[in-house]
Nanobody
Framework: QVQLVESGGGLVQAGGSLRLSCAASGRTLSRYVMGWFRQAPGKEREFVTAIYWSGGSTYYADSVKGRFTISRDNAKNTVYLQMNSLKPEDTAVYYC??????????????????WGQGTQVTVSS
């Protein structure tokens, strides 16, 4: 089992930055693809970004490309999401997730085996 705990969310003005962290316990993350998803009120949970277990490959949704950066520190069992140039439409609950399927970088909600409880990000205009 893997337990994931997100932190770092909050309220920020448009154009600002936040850094989310996802700390894992229970198992080492080094063999998992790690992803970030988000869910805005009244909308389905959507893929944001993912990083391969080695940290060498990443994939981003078009909506965040060039603004968000995912990284991981396997020694600390932690994944990060640096969010810059935030927009009001980035407002959502952000979830960290782990995919142990070893099928590459996947973007489907049902591809991920473990989820954190989420952290709220609110961007004011």
């Amino acid at each position: 089992q893997v337990q994931l705990v997100e932190s770092g969310g909050g309220l920020v003005q448009a154009g600002g930055s936040l850094r989310l962290s996802c700390a894992a316990s229970g198992r080492t993350l080094s063999r998992y693809v790690m992803g970030w998803f988000r869910q805005a009120p009244g909308k389905e949970r959507e893929f944001v970004t993912a990083i391969y277990w080695s940290g060498g490959s990443t994939y981003y949704a078009d909506s965040v490309k060039g603004r968000f950066t995912i990284s991981r520190d396997n020694a600390k069992n932690t994944v990060y999401l640096q969010m810059n140039s935030l927009k009001p439409e980035d407002t959502a609950v952000y979830y960290c997730a782990a995919d142990g399927g070893r099928s590459g970088l996947r973007i489907g909600v049902y591809d991920y085996d473990y989820w954190g409880q989420g952290t709220q990000v609110t961007v004011s205009s």
